[in-house]
């Protein structure tokens, strides 16, 4: 679907740089309203955390996530927005991008699905305290973020053919590797927090 | 790999329009009720039913023709023709999913205006039920669910009746771009917006919910499966929200014509900017509270429930740390439009634009730091109580900054009357009134006594109804011959303000006596001693809404049957979108516009005209 950007006046040039500017300027600004979502998870982990209501926050014999499982998932979703970032800055888009994005891609939904076999997998009760609440809240808003950003990127790889969008278009390409980069910061924070702080 | 010949190659023959979106939505919401109950808790089937209303809500975004893109990208299939303003010409652009910011501003305009009657038929409901002081009229539990669902559909319609019509149509013409920013999204901020009012309205199958618009809990927790309409009603339109002000804020950033500095922006931008700054940044903690409520009613967790770690006051904050600034939403381009229709009626440049626009700028940021005020009643720690008691009180700063601006171009003004000027005229008496109670309100004493009364109720329809629906109207009469190309009624329109103003206030002040004399609001039966009040009161009411079907009669006489084409500029305004010819071509500038002057340059000697628009009709002087 295309839409024409500006008028017949406007050359193709500017039309592309004035698309990248748009596109920056719109991940720029998810980026800030995404980050209000995380905060409003974050308040509530402080919140219930402090408040500690009936001495359940994180009740007795709680058994933890394991902190080792959600050091791969952290791992693997790093490397994924690391990869990508690389690859979308690589100079020419050439073989560089068509390795690295791929990979980037094989990365993301290995994180995916192996936080999703986490989330079913706990280890606890839902209904075990303010906890187990957060942690399935807070973990799986973040879990279905990183599922459709991973989805995006997906079409971007496909799109990554000679006559593809991501060519004709490198700027937004480029502009959503601070997505998954984004995502990638907010999963290191959450892992501090709910397998330390917590 | 996809390519462009294989996008043009594939072409799947699926009609994308509502009807294809609601035919899929039906069958999705089954299934998603279904895969619900297979994996539910014991949870009377919230699970099923919130699945059920999301399936259905993407189905039907989807049969509308929102998957086409994706779809391309993935696979290189094309669903349907592309949605282009050139190729989509006719009656037929304003029933299917447009990218064009024109359609879509109309397609808002009348979802809109189409919601605002059945909250008003709501609101008729409960105030024919207070004619009866003991519940005899409507028993207390449908009263309740008449309160629930007349709020949450208001909340609805004031979240988008100004940016979602106006803003859409209006922006890119003010600022002298083509499109916005993201047209898409555009598109979606409006087709999410009939699911979550369907969705609202499903709620009085399920016996409706009695929280209000609030949605307190444990009470939202304990409440029936119409909670579950309030929960997936709510997270659309914060997500339409949420979009929409990203769209707006880069189309605004981005897509200015050269020239189109950031003070030469018209006022009524600003307004726009600035709401949806809060849009973008408050919607989203509203999610988070959402999802809370609707994991706490499906998969059993306890973010509220204080016997298992939660708390209620989680959800007090979340909650109001949208709401507050929700508020603003409504009124802050209610604002805009105020502040850009008056110096084109007074003939004078707009007295201190730049304080203008800090004043809006102020209530936007006073507006994050202000929601506890909400609690006083509630249990906040009293040490907080002078903050927040005095960070509500300083909001009332730049608002009056805002009024001042206004008074300050009507000064020595020899003001036009017409039809808009005297909604805006209206705005300003009932605005001054909701702004006056509310610094009585942020005052906690006060604010413990009268929280719970009609007094709160009065003054905050004296903000929403007699502030932002004032200016809604002001803005229709006055933009409405550009989007239309047929002049409104201003016989008919004179006498649509009057009987609006007199009736509106003679239902809402003597409101303000029955709070003060306790009368408590979101109850059915109330002090006998207050019926001839309440009688008033009623009656009024229906006057009040025999004025809007006075309006909406108008505006079908005007379009339909006398059909007076209205002229290119018959306000003689200077603002760029006065410059453009009615109808607005489809891609608005036949060439980039270069912006050479202010829009408020009224009387200023040697003023250039506002824009070089390539001859494409007269540009507006100075005079």
């Keep these: ?198 | 790999m996809v390519t462009a010949e294989h996008v043009s190659e594939r072409r799947l023959s699926i009609p994308n329009n509502p009807i294809t979106g609601v035919l899929l939505a039906i069958p999705a919401y089954f299934a998603g009720l279904w895969l619900g109950t297979l994996f539910g808790l014991n949870d009377d089937a919230n699970t099923g039913i919130i699945l059920g209303y999301t399936f259905a809500t993407v189905a039907f975004l989807i049969g509308v023709g929102f998957l086409n893109y994706p779809l391309e990208r993935l696979f290189g299939w094309r669903v349907s023709p592309i949605s282009d303003p050139e190729e989509n010409r006719g009656i037929g652009r304003f029933f299917r999913l447009s990218l064009d910011h024109k359609v879509i501003g109309m397609q808002y305009l009348v979802t809109i205006l189409i919601m605002l009657l059945f909250g008003g038929i709501g609101a008729m409901l409960i105030r024919s039920s207070l004619l009866s002081p003991d519940s005899s009229i409507t028993p207390p539990g449908q009263y309740i669910m008449l309160i629930g669902l007349h709020s949450v559909m208001m909340i609805f319609i004031t979240s988008a009746v100004i940016v979602g019509p106006f803003g859409n149509y209006l922006v890119p013409l003010m600022i002298g771009a083509r499109r916005m920013a993201f047209p898409r999204l555009e598109a979606l901020s409006f087709w999410l917006v009939p699911p979550a009012a369907v969705i609202l309205a499903a709620a009085a199958f399920w016996g409706g919910f009695p929280t209000g618009w609030t949605g307190y809990p444990p009470l939202s927790e304990q409440a029936g499966q119409g909670m579950d309409s309030y929960i997936v009603g709510f997270a659309l339109i914060g997500l339409a929200l949420i979009v929409s002000g990203i769209n707006m804020l880069a189309t605004i950033i981005t897509l200015r014509a050269p020239g189109m500095t950031w003070t030469r922006l018209p006022i009524f931008v600003w307004g726009i900017f600035t709401t949806s700054i809060l849009g973008m940044l408050a919607a989203p903690v509203l999610a988070v509270a959402l999802v809370q409520l609707a994991m706490d009613r499906t998969v059993q967790t306890s973010f509220f429930l204080s016997a298992n770690g939660g708390s209620n006051y989680l959800w007090q904050n979340l909650f109001w740390f949208f709401g507050h600034p929700e508020v603003y939403i409504f009124i802050l381009p209610a604002f805009g439009i105020i502040m850009e229709i008056v110096p084109h009626f007074a003939r004078k440049p707009l007295w201190g634009y730049r304080t203008g626009v800090v004043g809006l700028f102020g209530v936007a940021l006073l507006s994050w730091f202000v929601w506890q005020h909400h609690l006083f009643v509630s249990g906040i720690a009293p040490v907080l109580r002078p903050f927040y008691m005095l960070s509500t009180e300083l909001i009332s700063i730049p608002t009056g900054i805002i009024f001042l601006v206004t008074l300050g171009t009507l000064w020595r003004a020899r003001v036009w009357f017409t039809v808009p000027m005297l909604f805006c005229m209206g705005f300003l008496f009932n605005f001054l009134i909701g702004g006056i109670s509310g610094v009585y309100l942020s005052d906690v004493p006060t604010d413990v006594t009268l929280h719970g009364s009609y007094f709160s109720m009065a003054h905050f329809h004296y903000t929403i109804m007699g502030g932002e629906i004032f200016a809604l109207m002001a803005a229709c009469y006055y933009w409405l011959p550009k989007m239309t190309g047929k002049m409104l009624s201003a016989t008919i329109g004179r006498v649509h303000f009057w009987w609006m103003f007199i009736a509106f206030n003679s239902t809402f002040f003597p409101l303000f006596i029955a709070g003060i004399l306790n009368m408590p609001r979101r109850v059915s039966s109330y002090d006998p001693a207050l019926q001839g009040l309440n009688t008033w009161v009623t009656i009024s009411a229906y006057f009040l809404f025999g004025s809007m079907i006075l309006f909406a009669g108008n505006v079908i006489y005007s379009l339909f049957f006398s059909a007076r084409p209205a002229l290119a500029n018959p306000w003689h305004a200077r603002s760029l979108e006065w410059q453009l010819p009615t109808p607005v071509p489809a891609y608005n500038f036949e060439r980039v516009p270069m912006i050479v002057g202010g829009p408020y340059d009224y009387g200023v000697p040697n003023a250039r005209p506002v824009a070089d628009l390539g001859g494409l009709v007269g540009v507006t002087g100075g005079g």
């Design chain 1, 1 to 198: 679907m295309a839409v024409r950007t500006r008028g017949r006046d406007v050359s193709p040039g500017v039309e592309a740089l004035l698309d990248a500017r748009v596109v920056s300027v719109g991940v720029w600004l998810f980026l800030a309203a995404d980050l209000f979502f995380f905060a409003g998870w974050w308040f509530a982990f402080f919140y219930l955390r402090a408040l500690n209501n009936n001495q359940a926050w994180m009740i007795q014999g709680l058994v933890r996530p394991n902190r080792g499982f959600g050091t791969v998932v952290l791992i693997l979703a790093v490397l994924t927005a690391l990869a990508y970032f690389a690859a979308s800055r690589t100079p020419g888009r050439g073989s560089v991008f068509r390795l690295l994005a791929p990979v980037s891609l094989v990365l993301g939904i290995a994180a995916v699905l192996y936080q999703g076999y986490g989330m079913w997998h706990l280890g606890f009760g839902l209904t075990d305290g303010a906890y187990p609440s957060v942690f399935s809240g807070l973990t799986g808003s973040w879990l279905v973020q990183l599922a459709g950003a991973v989805a995006w990127l997906a079409t971007v790889v496909l799109q990554a053919g000679a006559r593809g969008d991501t060519l004709a278009r490198p700027h937004s390409a480029t502009s959503f590797g601070w997505i998954l980069l984004f995502l990638a910061a907010v999963g290191i924070i959450n892992y501090f927090l709910l397998y330390f702080v917590a």
